[in-house]
């Protein structure tokens, strides 16, 4: 039996280029196992993806429009964390962190630069719990893609395969 001391809670968030919404995990670490406990997914509005295909559009893309857009999909990563945790008898002040890049409006890793839409300050204060946010921009200032938790979790979730 793994002590209480022992695990690690954890809460990824991620919303990707289809535009359909919103996955949430609650995992549990410890130094020898990777685990999820449970997961909702919350779908975009209509609305809300349409939104956010004009902001894809250089066109409507200002900063008002963007920031205004942002807080909408931030408010469904509030309410995602929220349903994932009503579920589960896990108290928020157990989990560690957040993860949460955001919507992706822009990527482009050859020429050095992602966009995503996420209001880390609001998310954590909304839920109460510390959030990680904006590490596709640092994996792209380190060299990479801007996807620096897939080698992580294909080597958590696959390593036993060749």
Same mark, same amino acid.
């Given at each position: 039996m793994v002590s209480y001391l022992m695990e690690k809670f954890f809460i990824g968030q /991620?919303?990707?280029t289809s535009l359909d919404g919103i996955d949430t995990v609650l995992c549990r !670490? @410890? =130094? =020898? =196992?990777? +685990? %999820? %406990?449970s997961s909702v997914y919350l779908p975009y509005s209509k609305s809300l993806r349409v939104d956010i295909e004009k902001l894809i559009n250089e066109s409507f893309c @200002?900063? +008002?429009n963007m920031k205004l857009i942002e807080n909408k999909i931030t408010?469904?990563?509030v309410k995602s964390v929220n349903k994932l945790l009503s579920g589960v !008898? %896990?108290?928020? =002040?157990q989990i560690l962190a957040i993860g949460c890049h955001g919507q992706t409006i822009k990527h482009c890793p050859k020429k050095k630069y992602t966009l995503q839409l996420v209001n880390g300050s609001k998310l954590a204060h909304e839920t109460k719990i510390k959030c990680v946010t904006d590490f596709r921009n640092r994996? %792209?200032?380190d060299g990479g893609q801007g996807a620096p938790?897939?080698? /992580?979790g294909d080597q958590l979730l696959f390593s036993e395969y060749d």
């Open positions: /991620m919303s990707g !670490s @410890t =130094k =020898k =196992k990777f +685990e %999820i %406990i @200002t900063l +008002e408010n469904l990563y !008898s %896990i108290n928020r =002040k994996d %792209i200032a938790l897939v080698p /992580m």
